[in-house]
């Protein structure tokens, strides 16, 4: 790819999300460190900028960025959502803004929750905890 002039490419492991996430195909945590070996190689091997998700986003620490952390999702209808694969929305950035969106209430209950932004299991941590990040959102 590189001879090809390609310089960035982004590899997206497997998060369950949807309706009928598939659980079997996430990697598990061995897995996840075989892969993270596999790509530190090839930056330092190739002449290409990889970036690895959702890893790159946890950084050392092991913590999401979402529910605006660092980042937050809007949806093709306006809803503000603590990430993509999280579709729980408690407000419409049509009413509140981008703004009033990261200063969200719920997304703040989130923040104040530093477990829900820790992964243990798959890749997103939210996924691991969508059920608490439900009640949460039926408080706001």
Known sequence: MTARGCAVGFLSEYVPCG?????DWALD???RVELRKKILK???????????????????DNTCSAAGKSSIHISSQGSIEPCPFVPISTESIRDVGLIGACKS???K?????P???KRQKFAC?????MDEIKKLS???
Do not use: C, W
């Open 109 to 113: 209950a989130i923040r104040k929750r």
């Open 42 to 60: 090839i930056r330092i091997e190739k002449p290409i900028t990889i970036v690895q998700f959702p890893q790159d986003e946890y950084g050392s």
């Open 115 to 117: 477990g829900l932004l």
């Open 138 to 140: 039926e408080k706001y």
């Open 29 to 31: 945590e061995d897995l």
């Open 125 to 129: 941590a939210l996924f691991e905890h």
């Open 19 to 23: 309706l009928n996430p598939r659980l």
């Open 105 to 107: 209430e719920f997304m």
